[in-house]
């Protein structure tokens, strides 16, 4: 049996067993070859890796699923559970049987050693979130800026006292921004966002006019001058995925790679020139594809373009209007900015 342990051990998982229910099949079911009838859930396996293990498309985990009316939970699976392959009025499903380790009782619900299947990778996505924000220009020029040190210094560090200029409300607490450069459509030259990078936080401690006195108190890099602040943002981060396919056709493109770089692999963040505006939510798979190549038929004398190629997949965990983030899930071949992203 093929290992189904594709992702890095990091990855704590991506859910797509949620909300199931008997959906019509009326085409063939998307289940991979050589699959077994039944499969036992172990310690280190993710509900991605398990959907990618029996389909073909693992965003589709939902629709061949088969409600067990006697697990009350059946979005939580153990290790040691087991997923069986059924035919159900002659069409494929996969069912769930919890382990015997899982004890459920009136008011009590105890937990074997192991704890259930992660469903979402905070680590990879959280650690980007701290570190990267989409703002407008309305929201930088309206933003409070670093203008010195304490004792005219140039650079600030954690637990130092800086000054910065602007209005400032009755927020206690700030993060300090380094602001970068917009992100622009190549296609349309449209700005649809602008780069923040959190480099720390701090607390304020008394205004004076429009000079504030703050206290660096979580610092990533060496606090500078011109540094924003803007008040701590509340993120909408579900604590569950649903990995689907999106709602509206999606054609973009991938803009750039988190750290800067040009390639882009397994499990690399990167942004995208689709939006909420386009439809996008977070949990939207899409496909990524290599550019066809332009190659010259000798017979005819001419240049022709190939077609574009398969070569990896993502899935948004962050919208905003005009753009949003996607986690690399596979890639079968090195990607890098400006692949196509579509519908997948």
């Avoid at 067990?68 to 979005?75: A, F, G, L, R, Y």
């Avoid at 332009?294 to 240049?303: F, L, N, P, W």
Wanted: hydrophobic residues 40%.
């Amino acid at each position: 049996m093929k290992k189904i342990l594709k992702m890095k051990k990091t990855l704590l998982g991506v859910v797509a067993a949620c909300t199931f229910a008997v959906i019509a099949f009326a085409a063939e079911a998307p289940f991979n070859e050589n699959i077994p009838d039944k499969y036992t859930v172990k310690t280190g396996d993710t509900l991605w890796d398990i959907s990618d293990f029996f389909l073909r498309d693992p965003w589709l985990w939902p629709e061949i699923w088969y409600v067990n009316p006697q697990i009350k939970n059946p979005h939580l699976i153990y290790p040691g559970d087991m997923i069986s392959l059924v035919y159900i009025d002659g069409r494929p499903r996969l069912t769930l049987e919890r382990s015997r380790n899982v004890k459920l009782s009136p008011g009590v619900k105890v937990l074997p050693h192991a704890a259930a299947i992660p469903a979402l990778p905070l680590d990879i996505v959280n650690n980007f979130l701290s570190r990267n924000r989409i703002v407008t220009q309305e929201e930088i020029d309206a933003a409070p800026y670093v203008v010195a040190g304490y004792e005219k210094r140039l650079l600030s560090g954690v637990n130092d006292t800086f000054y910065a200029r602007g209005q400032f409300d009755e927020t206690p607490s700030y993060g300090l921004y380094r602001i970068g450069k917009p992100y622009v459509d190549p296609e349309t030259k449209e700005e649809l966002g602008i780069r923040a990078q959190d480099v720390g936080s701090a607390k304020l401690k008394t205004v004076d006019g429009d000079i504030g006195t703050l206290l660096a108190t979580r610092v990533i890099e060496e606090i500078r001058i011109g540094e924003r602040l803007l008040p701590h943002e509340e993120r909408r981060l579900e604590s569950v995925f649903y990995p689907d396919s999106p709602d509206s056709a999606i054609k973009g493109i991938i803009l750039a790679v988190e750290g800067g770089l040009s390639q882009v692999g397994h499990l690399d963040v990167v942004a995208i020139n689709q939006g909420e505006r386009e439809g996008l939510k977070q949990g939207d798979v899409l496909a990524i594809f290599k550019r066809g190549e332009t190659v010259t038929d000798k017979i005819a004398k001419e240049k022709i373009t190939l077609p574009n190629e398969r070569a990896g997949l993502l899935m948004v965990f962050r919208t905003f209007e005009k753009m949003s983030y996607g986690l690399i899930l596979n890639a079968e071949r090195p990607l890098a900015v400006n692949d196509i992203v579509e519908n997948p």
